[in-house]
């Protein structure tokens, strides 16, 4: 069974960066890319971007692009979600999730809440 | 970007009553080399991430009940639960997995009435 384990939730001050980590088991790492996606408050779920463990290709959201660096790490089987600058509305719950099928999330993070605060 | 968009945002329905969900694709999500419909639907409850219900928009995913199902083509889908239970309570997204970036509608809150 596939697990996708997150580190533990962040209260950062606005202009600081925050990076947070998702161990995943139950299959072979480099098999299947890794999705970041952001749930504001109340909101919708917003795609933040993608690695391919195997080549350590990244995509990013254009409106992240900058600001956001995710990262994989094959001799621990963990990817990591990096945001710079934050800013209030950063305030949410990130999850990772990996694909089955190309870009189709089917097994999830439990959510790490960042919460951006002065 | 491919935008989805939701109808309605929420819905109240009696229990063993059914609810129907609709979402629509600014672009057609239907890819002719496989005749799939790129068409997700997921499951949220408070506190948790979201569950996969169904994808190529009317397979369900291993052990979801029969009660729920999907349909639609090209731009137009609806999710349908048959009979709602209480456990069906949750907010529901469309995805679409056509192209990236991969995008979601904003959601239909389910209750019961």
């Known amino acids: 069974e596939v697990h996708l384990v997150q580190s533990g939730a962040e209260v950062k001050k606005p202009g600081t960066t925050v990076k947070i980590s998702c161990k995943v088991s139950?299959?072979?790492?480099?098999?299947?890319?890794l999705y970041w996606v952001k749930q504001a408050p109340g909101r919708g779920l917003e795609w933040m971007g993608l690695?391919?463990?195997?080549?350590?290709?990244?995509i990013y959201a254009e409106k992240f692009q900058g600001r956001v660096t995710i990262t994989a790490d094959t001799s621990t089987d963990t990817t990591y979600m990096t945001l710079s600058s934050l800013r209030p509305e950063d305030t949410a719950v990130y999850y990772c999730?990996?694909?089955?099928?190309?870009?189709?999330?089917?097994?999830w993070g439990q959510g790490t809440l960042v919460t951006v605060s002065s | 970007d491919t935008v989805m968009t939701q109808s309605p945002e929420s819905l109240a329905v009696s229990l063993g009553e059914r609810a129907t969900i609709n979402c629509k694709s600014s672009?057609?999500?239907?890819?002719?080399?496989?005749?799939?419909?790129?068409l997700a639907w997921y499951q949220q409850k408070p506190g948790q991430p979201p569950k996969l219900l169904i994808y190529?928009?009317?397979t369900r995913e291993s052990g979801v009940p029969d009660r729920i199902s999907g349909s639609g083509s090209g731009t137009d889908f609806t999710l349908t639960i048959s009979s709602l239970q209480a456990e069906d309570v949750a907010v529901y997204f469309c995805?679409?997995?056509?192209?990236?970036?991969?995008?979601f509608g904003p959601g239909t809150k389910v209750e019961v009435k």
């Open positions: 999730a990996t694909e089955s099928l190309a870009r189709l999330l089917d097994s």
């Open positions: 139950g299959y072979t790492f480099i098999d299947s890319s």
């Open positions: 690695v391919d463990p195997e080549k350590g290709e990244t």
């Open positions: 672009q057609s999500v239907l890819h002719t080399f496989n005749n799939q419909n790129y």
């Open positions: 190529w928009a009317s």
């Open positions: 995805q679409q997995y056509y192209s990236t970036p991969i995008t």
